[in-house]
């Protein structure tokens, strides 16, 4: 059923991350500018990142969107059974098309399950 990890997400305060995970032989494949932050999706070693750059954004340890980890995502074969298997809200598509949703773990991170 759980075939990897999909992406990691993390929320960055500039550009100077994209720049890092650049040297670090990340490639950036595509960017999409929001009213409220910025999101570069890089992929490299078979691992997509994704950086929602937020120079706003505050940190707040207890506040779940500090800087740092946002959220894990679990790549799935099949999106409908894995809504079966766990509480899950939402079936959403993503910038390229492809469907997931999320949920929580019992210390309440968010996991992504995404086919």
Same mark, same amino acid.
């Given at each position: 059923?759980?075939?990897?990890?999909?992406? +990691?997400?993390?929320?960055?305060s500039?550009?100077?991350?994209?720049?890092?995970?650049?040297?670090? $032989?990340?490639?950036?494949? *595509?960017?999409?500018?929001?009213?409220?932050?910025?999101?570069?999706?890089?992929? $490299?070693?078979? +691992?997509?990142?994704?950086?929602?750059?937020?120079?706003?954004?505050t940190?707040?340890?207890?506040?779940?969107?500090?800087?740092?980890i946002?959220?894990?995502?679990? *790549?799935?074969d099949?999106?409908?059974k +894995?809504?079966?298997?766990?509480?899950?809200?939402?079936?959403?598509e993503?910038?390229?098309? *492809?469907?997931?949703?999320?949920?929580?773990?019992?210390?309440?991170?968010?996991?992504e399950?995404?086919?």
């Amino acid at each position: 059923m759980i075939q990897g990890i999909h992406h +990691i997400s993390i929320i960055a305060s500039s550009e100077y991350s994209v720049h890092y995970y650049n040297r670090l $032989g990340f490639e950036e494949i *595509k960017r999409i500018n929001r009213d409220y932050d910025t999101v570069v999706i890089l992929s $490299g070693y078979g +691992i997509e990142l994704l950086l929602f750059i937020d120079p706003k954004h505050t940190y707040v340890p207890s506040d779940s969107e500090y800087y740092g980890i946002r959220h894990i995502a679990l *790549k799935v074969d099949n999106i409908e059974k +894995i809504t079966e298997e766990f509480e899950c809200g939402p079936i959403l598509e993503d910038w390229f098309g *492809k469907s997931y949703c999320f949920t929580q773990s019992p210390d309440g991170l968010s996991i992504e399950f995404h086919e």
